[in-house]
T-cell receptor, first 116, second 112 residues
Framework: GAVVSQHPSRVICKSGTSVKIECRSL??????MFWYRQFPKQSLMLMAT?????????EQGVEKDKFLINHASLTLSTLTVTSAHPEDSSFYIC????????????FGPGTRLTVL | GENVEQHPSTLSVQEGDSAVIKCTYS??????FPWYKQELGKGPQLIID?????GEKKDQRIAVTLNKTAKHFSLHITETQPEDSAVYFC???????????FGTGTRLTIIP
C-alpha cells in the first residue's frame, strides 16, 4: 500500500504554546488529506478534510482558528494546534488519498501530543 | 450524515478459530467499505476493502462480505493467529476523496 509519514511521532509542550504536525505522502500525490483525533480506547474522530491548494473543511464542533490546517502541496499537509491546553492532549492521525493510492485512504503512524 | 455501528466491541477467540466482526451503515449512497487494523500506539492499517459492486472479497485469511440491501458488511478472519490481536475498525464512505465514517472499533484478542 501507499506510505504516509507523520512528524513528530511524539511531542510534549507547555500550555499556551503552539505545535505543528506534518503529514507527508511519500510515494503518491495526495489530492486530499484528512486529520483525525483519537482519544484512548475510542474511535477516530474526523477533524477536517483538506484538498491541495484550497481551504480545509472542518467538521462541526472543531474550531478552525485553533486547529490550523495547511495543504500547500500534493505531498504535505500540516496541522497546527494553537495555544494548546491539556484538553488538547490526544493522538492525532492524518490520512491521505489520491489516484496514486487507488483512491483508498492510507493513514500515517500518528502523533501523540501531550500538553502540560 | 452517515452513521456506522460496529459489533462486538470486544471479541476473544481461541487461536486457530475464526473471528467475525459486523457493521451496519445508514447512508444508501455509501459505496466504499474499508476495514482497518490498529495496533497500540500506531496508525490504522488498511487490511481489506470492498466496493458496492461486489458482494464478497477475499485475501488469504481475511474476507469481507457486503449486503447492500440490508446495509451491513462483515469482516471474517479465519485460522486466527496471535498477531491478529488488535483493534479493528470498519468504515463507510462514498469513495474517491470523500470522507469516511468509522465504526466504534472491536478489540480482538487471540488466545494462544
Amino acid at each position: 500500500g501507499a506510505v504516509v509519514s507523520q512528524h513528530p511521532s511524539r511531542v510534549i509542550c507547555k500550555s499556551g504554546t503552539s505545535v505543528k504536525i506534518e503529514c507527508r505522502s511519500l510515494d503518491f500525490q495526495a489530492t486530499t488529506m484528512f486529520w483525525y483525533r483519537q482519544f484512548p480506547k475510542q474511535s477516530l474522530m474526523l477533524m477536517a478534510t483538506s484538498n491541495e491548494g484550497s481551504k480545509a473543511t472542518y467538521e462541526q464542533g472543531v474550531e478552525k482558528d485553533k486547529f490550523l490546517i495547511n495543504h500547500a502541496s500534493l505531498t504535505l499537509s500540516t496541522l497546527t494546534v494553537t495555544s494548546a491546553h491539556p484538553e488538547d492532549s490526544s493522538f492525532y492521525i492524518c490520512s491521505a488519498t489520491g489516484q496514486g493510492a487507488g483512491n483508498e485512504q492510507f493513514f500515517g503512524p500518528g502523533t501523540r501530543l501531550t500538553v502540560l | 450524515g452517515e452513521n456506522v455501528e460496529q459489533h462486538p466491541s470486544t471479541l476473544s477467540v481461541q487461536e486457530g478459530d475464526s473471528a467475525v466482526i459486523k457493521c451496519t451503515y445508514s447512508d444508501s449512497a455509501s459505496n466504499y467499505f474499508p476495514w482497518y487494523k490498529q495496533e497500540l500506539g500506531k496508525g490504522p492499517q488498511l487490511i481489506i476493502d470492498i466496493r458496492s459492486n461486489v458482494g464478497e472479497k477475499k485475501d488469504q485469511r481475511i474476507a469481507v462480505t457486503l449486503n447492500k440491501t440490508a446495509k451491513h458488511f462483515s469482516l471474517h478472519i479465519t485460522e486466527t493467529q496471535p498477531e491478529d490481536s488488535a483493534v479493528y475498525f470498519c468504515a463507510a464512505g462514498r469513495g474517491g476523496n470523500e470522507k469516511l465514517t468509522f465504526g466504534t472499533g472491536t478489540r480482538l484478542t487471540i488466545i494462544p
